[in-house]
């Protein structure tokens, strides 16, 4: 890292202009705090459509998404405007601020996304429909925060000057996103320790899975674990036992295509016993590993802007990696949008010092290490005496943990060198008093301020919730999109959906045919 770290600190421009995006899932809830049982509402537009408010897998859960940008401020800025008009539009209705769900009864409560007439609105129901036979709903409605991130292209075009290569640009850029993503799954365990706030449940999630961990209880029906920082991303929460098995190659753009295209044609006999067309029903859209690309379960994926009618793999094969996007982050009770601007400069900080490290060949026995270390960090992270694995040796989690953030000092000491001022090292300083002291860290404020209230899970969480509604009401003017610009929007994205349908000729069957011939 050294080598590059002179070379950047001679060029620091070359890190101008990193470009972020923000996809943020929330649940609706009713004034009481169970899950909301009202359609995705009207005054938001097309879920089908609206390129900036949607709904993930059920109607009540809520997806905003802010355009690309190189300005943090404006990107915080667009996702309150974005909440700020959901709000508007929900009524009575507040927004979960916690990724694990809040109450619910049960799987029939949780109504399906709907999408309308169209081919293409059908298939994405039908996809969800395909999640809740094979998986349960309950594991859907867990929310978490998407983070993309993109180097300029004037940054990589010195890199590939770098490397010296014979590769192309788009192949040496390719590279080293997938070399940044190798070494991001081997340290992505700091993710989870430094920003997981959710160490505890709602009981009712908990009856719908079968669990042997020692789980606590408090007041009515909250339980947690001490020590964890994020349950969402433990076997509790939003994962994919059946692609254990799963062995996805990290080490080409050719090998990672490989892979998915063989999940995605690869028969699993579980899926196959629930059946793709029953009683003249869709359950499902294959019973392969994988449906489609989306349902690939993975903490951080290589990305592609696609082109109309191009899937994702097409879209990577056609031009190479564009992006890559961490989908790791709980969502925050303590930031009115579920993410604040520390959380993104540490990320920044950190992807940066994943491509600047050496990356080795990611093979079986490191993907099995990378998993049993974010096992460990999520269910007992903040233990003193947590330990990670290194190459097969074990480390005390605190011992690695400051070491690395040590040696991010360099890489945000350049990052503040291209942005001006001194916010990377600010973020960084941050983090590293969260390893110096666990307390700081979101789970362990969350346990704290539980008891401190005595308030449980359920109470807490709306007690967040009412007080960003209000908040973010009370906001005098807009950061960046006008009500009547969002208005627009959303009006403009149901005139699109009609017009999709009224072009939708082609039966559903031979829709589904020509999509995966």
């Not at 997938?178 to 993710?191: C, E, F, S, T």
Request: hydrophobic share 40%; net charge negative.
């Amino acid at each position: 890292m050294t080598r590059y770290i002179s070379l950047l600190s001679a060029q620091p421009e070359l890190l101008k202009g990193i470009q972020h995006g923000i996809e943020k899932e929330s649940l609706r809830i009713s004034p009481d705090g169970k899950l909301s049982q009202e359609s995705h509402p009207s005054g938001l537009g097309s879920a089908l459509t609206n390129s900036l408010v949607t709904t993930d897998f059920a109607e009540s859960l809520v997806e905003f998404i802010t355009p690309v940008s190189d300005n943090i401020d404006e990107t915080l800025g667009q996702l309150a405007d974005l909440h700020r008009f959901a709000y508007q539009q929900m009524g009575s209705e507040l927004l979960w601020p916690l990724s694990m769900p809040c109450f619910v009864g049960g799987e029939a409560d949780i109504r399906i996304a709907e999408y309308g007439d169209s081919n293409i609105g059908k298939m994405k129901t039908l996809y969800r429909k395909g999640l809740h036979h094979r998986y349960g709903s309950v594991m859907q409605v867990i929310a978490g925060v998407h983070f993309n991130f993109s180097l300029p292209a004037h940054f990589w075009q010195q890199w590939h000057q770098w490397q010296a290569g014979a590769e192309s640009l788009q192949q040496s850029q390719s590279a080293g996103y997938l070399a940044m993503l190798r070494n991001y799954r081997r340290l992505g365990w700091l993710v989870p320790y430094l920003f997981g706030a959710s160490p505890a449940l709602c009981g009712s999630f908990l009856q719908q899975k079968n669990s042997a961990l020692p789980f606590e209880k408090m007041g009515q029906g909250t339980y947690y674990l001490p020590y964890a920082t994020s349950l969402r991303m433990s076997d509790l929460g939003y994962t994919n036992r059946a692609q254990a098995r799963l062995q996805v190659d990290y080490n080409s753009l050719t090998g990672y295509l490989a892979s998915v295209d063989r999940a995605l044609h690869t028969p699993e006999p579980r899926f196959a016993k629930i059946g793709v067309k029953v009683d003249g029903e869709y359950r499902q859209l294959n019973s392969n590993l994988l449906q489609i690309e989306n349902e690939l379960y993975a903490p951080i994926r290589p990305k592609r802007v696609a082109e109309s009618g191009e899937k994702p793999s097409e879209a990577l094969a056609r031009g190479g990696i564009e992006y890559i996007e961490v989908r790791a982050l709980d969502v925050s009770p303590f930031h009115q949008t579920g993410v604040s601007a520390d959380e993104i400069r540490f990320l920044d900080v950190l992807l940066v010092y994943c491509l600047l490290q050496e990356s080795p060949v990611l093979d079986c026995d490191g993907l099995s290490e990378a998993a049993r270390n974010i096992t460990t960090t999520v269910l007992y992270g903040r233990d003193p005496n947590a330990q990670v694995e290194v190459s097969g040796q074990l480390v005390g989690l605190k011992v690695r943990a400051m070491q690395l953030l040590s040696e991010m000092r360099a890489v945000a000491e350049v990052m503040d060198k291209a942005a001006g001022g001194y916010d990377y090292q600010a973020a960084l300083a941050k983090q590293l008093a969260k390893v110096e002291d666990p307390d700081l860290t979101p789970s362990a404020r969350l346990l704290n301020e539980m008891q401190q209230r005595s308030m449980d899970n359920g109470c807490l969480g709306m007690h967040y919730a009412e007080s960003h509604k209000a908040e973010l009401l009370a906001q005098q003017g807009s950061n960046f999109y006008s009500d009547d610009a969002l208005h627009k929007v959303a009006q403009l994205s149901v005139e699109a959906q009609k017009e999709i349908e009224s072009e939708s000729s082609v039966e559903f069957e031979q829709f589904l045919a020509d999509y995966f011939a």
